[in-house]
């Protein structure tokens, strides 16, 4: 066990660390000797050549007391206004505490919209890029106060997962209040056992999932299982371990029998398709028949007119949309070279009629493969 761990952590050099309102909170207050535990910790390592952007949850559980709230607020704003407050106090925190090594550190506040518009997208990675090569540790939380759900992450481990391919990193840790992923709920059931070592989550692996999940994060084992998937997909490894154990990062960093891993996908996707099968928001569908299907998935082929019977939405050139087999299950997702209109009448033509039928031809391809991720 300890050798294909090591083997998957020994060219791991930037990791995403993410904290859960659960690890950072005791009793609705910031737990202040966890602070100062984790700012050891994370100069301690830095030191040792590591280097990371912290995914903080924190700021609604930290707003709370402030305005007076003895249970989770229940409507939006108040959430927000919590976060405004909370997310002021828990950067007050991390800043005081790595101060103290000499730390400098930098808030990133992200809302999905800036993740799914590839500018903004963009933009983030320069920012994280310049940080880190400033030596200035990121602190990452959703933007809480102006999100609504549309645009929101969801929770943080997947802001987290997605942070993965954004910056390039090579390993995700998701620290929690559990020593990891359990074969049934550990709160609940005495006898739960843990599981070490995960290499694909499949239905199975999401089975053993607990549906339930702390009072004070908004997560749950179920969105960190989504969130080792999609890291896996990106070809790196996930570990989901106890952030309340002193020494947890260096005993995980060292290969050691800590928590769960979860093995990368061989086939890993690249940071642009990590991007298009996870951070975008589909405007529509296109239904492929059996041949397209298979063409895509064990050809890796652009997607011809020929093998779409049927468009749904409606979207405009460059859009996202989703690519269905006949039973409607989402298998690819790409970005379009033709409208949804101009998709409709080419849709089972052969791609040397698109100029007789359209008036212009501006590629053979509706989805080129290097617009296109596999799901
Ligand atoms: N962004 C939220 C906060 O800082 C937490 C979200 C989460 O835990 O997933 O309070």
Same mark, same amino acid.
């Given at each position: 066990m300890k050798n294909i761990r090591c083997?998957?952590?020994e060219h791991v050099k930037l990791v995403v660390v993410k904290l859960g309102s659960a690890v950072l909170t005791d009793n609705g207050h910031l737990n202040a000797s966890f602070f100062t535990r984790f700012a050891g910790e994370i100069a301690q390592l830095r030191r040792h050549g590591y280097s990371f952007i912290v995914v903080t949850s924190g700021a609604v559980a930290a707003g709370l007391e402030a305005l007076g709230f003895t249970?989770?607020?229940?409507?939006?704003p108040e959430k927000q206004a919590c976060a405004a407050v909370g997310q002021l106090r828990l950067m007050r925190k991390y800043e005081q505490e790595f101060a103290a090594h000499d730390q400098v550190v930098a808030q990133v506040l992200l809302t999905a919209d800036d993740i799914r518009n590839r500018r903004r997208y963009l933009n983030a990675r320069n920012t994280l890029r310049a940080l880190l090569g400033a030596d200035i540790l990121p602190l990452v939380n959703e933007n809480d106060t102006v999100v609504v759900r549309e645009i929101k992450f969801g929770d943080n481990d997947n802001l987290a997962a997605l942070l993965t391919s954004l910056a390039e990193v090579d390993l995700l840790l998701l620290l929690t209040d559990l020593d990891g992923v359990y074969n049934c709920d550990p709160k609940v059931v005495s006898g739960a056992s843990l599981i070490p070592l995960i290499d +694909?989550?499949? %239905? +199975?692996?999401? %089975?053993f999932a607990c549906t339930s999940k702390s009072a004070v994060g908004s997560g749950g084992m179920l969105s960190k299982l989504e969130a080792a998937r999609k890291a896996a997909a990106y070809g790196i490894p996930t570990v989901i371990a106890n952030g309340r154990r002193p020494g947890v990062m260096s005993r995980v960093l060292a290969g050691e029998d800590e928590g769960t891993i979860f093995l990368p996908r061989a086939n890993r996707l690249s940071c642009r398709q990590h991007w298009l099968a996870f951070a975008v928001k589909p405007r529509g569908s296109l239904y492929l028949d059996k041949g397209a299907v298979r063409a895509l998935i064990e050809r890796g082929t652009s997607l011809l007119p020929a093998g779409i019977f049927r468009v749904e939405g409606d979207f405009g050139v460059g859009e996202p949309v989703s690519c269905r087999d006949l039973e409607g299950a989402e298998i690819a997702r790409g970005l379009v070279?033709?409208?949804?209109?101009?998709?409709?009448?080419?849709?089972?033509?052969?791609?040397? +009629?698109?100029?007789s039928r359209l008036g212009y031809d501006a590629g053979a391809e509706v989805i080129h493969r290097d617009n296109l991720a596999l799901l």
């Open positions: 083997k998957n952590l249970s989770p607020p229940l409507t939006i +694909e989550v499949d %239905a +199975e692996v999401t %089975a070279t033709y409208s949804s209109s101009d998709i409709k009448k080419i849709a089972g033509l052969h791609s040397r +009629e698109i100029t």
